[in-house]
């Protein structure tokens, strides 16, 4: 990744003006000298956001794996790809060279399309963070099958929406998974969702935990003895530029999630830039991502963007306090980690406990820290900054989303002064902007407004599955010829960008975006309950959490409230999954309504954060006396 590789601040002026001057030449230098194509493009970039279309490369012809595989086999054959730390600490690390990846992903292609899966198909994963799940995505690409990965932590339902909203031909699940202390039963959560997916013809088993678990004849498949017989060589299908590479859920402000699609060239091109980039990588390091592969953060930043580059990327199977809070210390000693990506919760959770958690490791081989998901708090900041990168390895606090691909906004670590909780510049060819209320762009700095983006990206996802008219909407329609973000930001006086938080009905919670509509949804659902509405209250370690007001029923009056909050939480798990179970739950007589029925959740999201002192007008509320009602009974 040599071209317009960036090592100092004056450099990136020179490529930032260059990829705003002359984008399409800058993209196509980028594209021209990094990458192995079967065809190049007849025509780099087409866009019209009012439709909104965008092509990226188009006529161009490839295949993801071959630039994250088969290119590296002769120089760095026997390097090591992914390498895998189990939960277990006392279980050995594995270390995959490319050479090894490459026969495993040609094994597991091989699997795929000997049950019939063809270019185009979507293959649903929902597995834990071992190496199949890498193994499967690279798979699906190889061959030209969409993958959607799911989470492993959603729930039955929730899976069972996200494979027939896609209509996943098959599943790749595992019996279960380690988690600290704990294990989960996913092959029971897989069968019960399939319960409601018809069109799923197979279930692939990756064996892990040895749970006992139920195999339906001629649907489900253990996958070793699978893999053992298969061929380790699997030819590329060759894939358009803009052939659809993945679906990527991503919650939005009403009930459905969002399918967002992700297509080759241009997600290709733009995970490897950024990823070489903010992350200063050289070929001998070793970079960790600790984010799970089921969320964007792993697809470019564990899979994709590191592989494209020849990197090593761990993945990291359990969680930061097994066996105690210096789990995460002892993998970058002991892996001598370089380059170190995580969430601000984790370094919340983290810097709440004893600093000889840390101060038991040697960390001296970290180069750069990095941090995604959520504003950073500068608390946290700093705490990161002394404790783990003794104030020598620069922060990228990275600023993205599902719907972007890649990283937009970030230092470059050693060219790009850091200040805490701003995420600093745009990266080359990101054309971000600020919009006022009026959908004016605000060209001073020192202002507030609206984050969007002017001008396309080669990693923007190009739809929504099935519902084009939904991917207008939401992120095309807030501003005329402009892509909004959702997120609201500050611009200082020397042009930096800080990220203020969502403004629309998303809320991240412990990183992890959150709609409220689908939560409402399965309060709803509960028989003594009438109305809910949910707010985001800050939280110390979560940034925020969530604070539901409830009216009850009749049915449900004068009922145990402690055991009917158990209740609400246990189906918002059910429905979507125990990362969205709410903090707090308020049992009120009414919500507070404008005139035309709208909840004013402004209101209750200052009561929820116990700042009640200026709540504005409510004369003009259908219901003003309600405010005081909740006020006096804020938990
Ligand atoms: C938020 C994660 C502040 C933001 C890659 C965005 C951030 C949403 C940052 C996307 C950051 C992400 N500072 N806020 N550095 N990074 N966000 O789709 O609100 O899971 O819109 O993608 O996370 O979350 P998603």
């Not at 030209?144 to 929406?161: I, K, N, P, R």
């Not at 792993?298 to 090593?312: C, E, M, Q, R, W």
């Not at 929504?464 to 329609?477: A, C, E, L, P, V």
């Not at 003594?528 to 007001?549: M, Q």
Request: charged share 25%.
């Amino acid at each position: 990744m040599s071209q317009y590789h960036i090592k100092n601040l004056e450099e990136y002026f020179q490529v930032y003006r260059k990829s705003v001057q002359n984008p399409e030449q800058f993209w196509e230098e980028i594209a021209e000298e990094n990458f192995i194509w079967r065809k190049k493009w007849d025509k780099v970039l087409s866009w019209d956001f009012s439709k909104p279309e965008l092509k990226w490369f188009e006529g161009a012809k490839l295949n993801i794996t071959e630039n994250c595989l088969d290119r590296h086999l002769h120089i760095r054959g026997n390097k090591t790809a992914i390498l895998f730390e189990p939960n277990d600490p006392k279980a050995e690390a594995e270390h995959i060279t490319y050479k090894q990846l490459y026969e495993r992903v040609s094994e597991m292609a091989n699997v795929l399309k000997d049950f019939g899966i063809k270019k185009g198909d979507r293959v649903c994963i929902y597995l834990p963070m071992i190496p199949e799940l890498a193994i499967s995505v690279l798979a699906c690409a190889r061959i030209g099958a969409v993958h959607s990965v799911v989470f492993a932590g959603f729930s039955a339902a929730a899976l069972a929406t996200r494979i027939n909203d896609s209509d996943c031909k098959m599943v790749i699940t595992s019996d279960g998974s380690f988690r600290g202390n704990k294990t989960i039963d996913l092959k029971g959560i897989v069968d019960k969702a399939l319960e409601d997916c018809e069109g799923v013809e197979t279930v692939l088993v990756a064996k892990r935990i040895h749970s006992e678990i139920t195999m339906q004849e001629d649907r489900d498949y253990w996958l070793a003895p699978l893999l053992e017989v298969a061929y380790k060589d699997c030819g590329a299908e060759i894939m358009n530029a803009e052939d659809p590479l993945f679906i990527l859920y991503t919650s939005g402000s009403t009930g459905m999630p969002k399918g967002m699609v992700h297509t080759t060239a241009g997600y290709m091109v733009y995970s490897a830039y950024t990823f070489k980039n903010v992350f200063q990588y050289n070929e001998e390091d070793v970079y960790w991502c600790t984010a799970d592969i089921g969320w964007i953060t792993g697809h470019s930043y564990i899979v994709y963007g590191p592989l494209a580059n020849g990197a090593t990327t761990v993945m990291f199977e359990g969680v930061p306090n097994y066996p105690d809070w210096g789990r995460f210390w002892e993998i970058v000693a002991k892996h001598k980690i370089n380059q170190f990506y995580t969430a601000p919760t984790a370094i919340r959770a983290l810097a709440k406990e004893n600093l000889s958690f840390v101060e038991k490791y040697d960390l001296s081989s970290l180069k750069v820290l990095g941090t995604v998901g959520e504003p950073i708090n500068e608390e946290a900041w700093h705490w990161y900054n002394d404790n783990i990168g003794k104030k020598k390895s620069p922060i990228v606090d990275t600023w993205w989303q599902t719907e972007t691909g890649g990283i937009m906004i970030s230092p470059i670590p050693f060219s790009t002064p850091t200040i805490p909780t701003f995420a600093t510049l745009p990266l080359p060819g990101i054309q971000a902007c600020l919009m006022d209320e009026n959908g004016e762009e605000i060209t001073e700095n020192q202002m507030n407004g609206r984050l969007c983006i002017k001008f396309p990206w080669p990693s923007m996802a190009r739809t929504i599955w099935g519902n084009h008219q939904r991917y207008k909407d939401t992120y095309f329609s807030a501003f005329e010829n402009k892509y909004f973000t959702g997120d609201g930001a500050l611009r200082d006086a020397t042009g930096y960008y800080r990220i203020t938080g969502r403004v629309d009905d998303v809320i991240i919670v412990s990183g992890h975006n959150l709609g409220t509509a689908p939560i409402e949804d399965a309060i709803n659902e509960h028989p003594a309950v009438a109305e809910s509405a949910i707010v985001g209250f800050p939280h110390d370690i979560k940034g925020n959490a969530l604070y539901g007001y409830v009216i009850l029923k009749e049915v449900g009056e004068g009922r145990d409230q402690n055991n009917l909050r158990n209740e609400i939480n246990q189906l918002i798990t059910e429905r979507i999954g125990p990362i969205a179970k709410l903090d707090k739950i308020q049992f009120t007589s009414g919500l507070p309504k404008t005139r035309s029925g709208k909840i004013m959740r402004r209101i209750l999201r200052k009561i929820a954060g116990n700042d009640t002192k200026n709540l504005g007008d409510t004369s003009t509320l259908l219901n003003p006396d309600v405010v005081d009602e909740i006020i006096k009974n804020a938990l």
